[in-house]
């Protein structure tokens, strides 16, 4: 088989499990498999560039970096809906439109996604481009981002017009949305809100290796073009289905209004158990002719219109407004509410967010208020009900003091949230910081959970992580729920974690902005904490991926006497401060100031290993040769191209034993 062969071979094969697991949620191969089949291609792109393609699925991986995203206009305008609110609404609508058509009407019914609408264009089975809604006339060009979105196929199968868009909705399932938000309450940021802004706002990252980490999703509803051979809404559907797309499969074809109400009582009820968020029903005349005929008001189409599923509202009584103090010492204020059914499960809290929300709805203790659950897990407070408002009420206050510590409370300029400023003092931090310290990701403490933390603080027993290591069985007994045999595997636990490689440490330090991965480029760089508590601000942020807000988070956290105080005590306890010797002793800077670039298959280390190598010893990898190459490492079959421009550029092409010698492996 030929190079070039071999590369559409792997394409091809990739392409298929990309379908079989993302459209139709069918593997058919182990992940190990698939990863190493895309590193095989990968490679072999690498070494053979005069076989690039765009639409590879290698290129799902991302790394293109837009700045400022191109305005396209869209050949077809995309039109809104018009919404309906009850069956009357729609027996209105279908009258309408009989005196409009000849024939009889059928209807298909499909699930109104809540997510970011996209129009993709595809020409000879290539995706071409994918441009945002915007404002129905031109939209941003979001290619680069919407590639890396599994679903999305890059390369058409079966029988598919020459050119067409297609267009549909691109969601974030909630599964995906929920682990997005642990890892950023983790690090202390604000959680996002709702699943929907957070698709549209992932269509809009600058880097898109970015986008393809957040789990998207692309259900496609609607297919646009000249002479398609199409007849029918629901033919649409099945043959964009046949072409790879992923259509949702809930679409169904009826004959009259009262199945399409069939369809929507259905769906109210189920939608719950649905993986993404759905706001209601979209029906469409099936029949295209009369979809022409039908045509548009200057919003939206006359031939479709969304039902849109009553948001489930009571209105039940607030009783109290309480403040909790999280780790970061962020306030938040909770509605107490006389407990109350929706949606299935009794609600007596709400979130009220924070100060502004609070006057925005001139919310009260007594009033009667109405609660939804939307688009948010969480229950929210949307009004209160000013007729029922008791007559001596008064508008409430916003705590001035925290809770829990009385200290007074602080808030930047241009920041939603109240802040406790007693970092040392407060204890809800103090419990906050320690529970973080012992998480499964951090220390990973067996035998200690989060309310035995509660109880250690609340019983004087200790009052930062650092105590934990001076802790004894005999003080641990007496508390509630302690045996002996607990008490040991606690201090077993904690002995144990004196271990754990120093990039877990620094994450367990809980040092805002500083996450696992952040926590990982800091120890690597820095290799021990003395060198980073004397990092400037300037040297942090030239380090990859360092920003100026986990720069300066580093910096404050490492101004505090305490802080260093307690890295003092954990290095006397033996905690890891530093990365280990054997990881150390595998890197030097023979390579310093040197770059790379690897081409070709290499026999005594792998590709990724020698990439690793060159890291390790100080040297920087570059994927394609310039000026400033220092070295090109060329196994087999290095591209003739790379070849041609090393030679034109006098750079020095090494076999991988001349480089293993240089670093003397
Ligand atoms: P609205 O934004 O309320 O005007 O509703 C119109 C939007 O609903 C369209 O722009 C689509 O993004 C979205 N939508 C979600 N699901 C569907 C569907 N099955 N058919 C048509 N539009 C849909
Ligand atoms: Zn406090």
Known sequence: MTIKEQILQLRDELNKHNYNYYVLDNPTISDFDFDTKLKQLQELEASYPEFFDANSPTQRVGGEITKNFETLIHEQRMYSLDNSYSKEDLLEWETRIKKLVDGELQFTCELKYDGASISLTYENGNLIKAVTRGDGVQGDNVTANVKTIKSVPLQLKGDFPEKFDIRGEIVLPWEGFNKMNEERIEIGEEPYRNPRNTASGSLKLQDSSEV?????????????????????????????HAWGFKVPNAAKLVNSIDQVFEFINYWDEHRHHLPYETDGVVVKVNNLQQQEELGFTAKAPRWAIAYKFKAEQVSTRLNEITYQVGRTGAITPVANLEPVELAGTTVKRASLHNADQIEKLDIRVGDEVFVEKGGEIIPKIIAVDLSKRPENSQPTKYITHCPECETELVRTEGEAQHYCPNYNGCKPQIIGRIQHFISRKAMDIEG???ETVALLVHEGLIHNYSDLYELTKEQVIPLERMAEKSAENLIKGIELSKTVPFERVLFALGIRFVGETVAKKLANHYKNIDALIQATHDDLIHVDEIGVKIAESVIDFFSSELNKDMINRLRGFGVQLEISAEKLANQTNKLDGNIFVVSGVFHIVSRDELKKLIEDNGGKVSSSISGKTSYIIAGDNMGPSKKEKAEKLKISIITEQDFLRMIQY
Do not use: D, M
Not at 213 to 230: A, D, F, M, Q
């Open 212 to 240: 393809a980490k957040r789990p998207l999703e692309c259900l496609l509803y609607s297919i646009v073009g000249n002479n398609l051979n199409i007849n029918t809404q629901f033919e649409s559907l099945e043959k964009a």
């Open 448 to 450: 200690l959970g989060g």
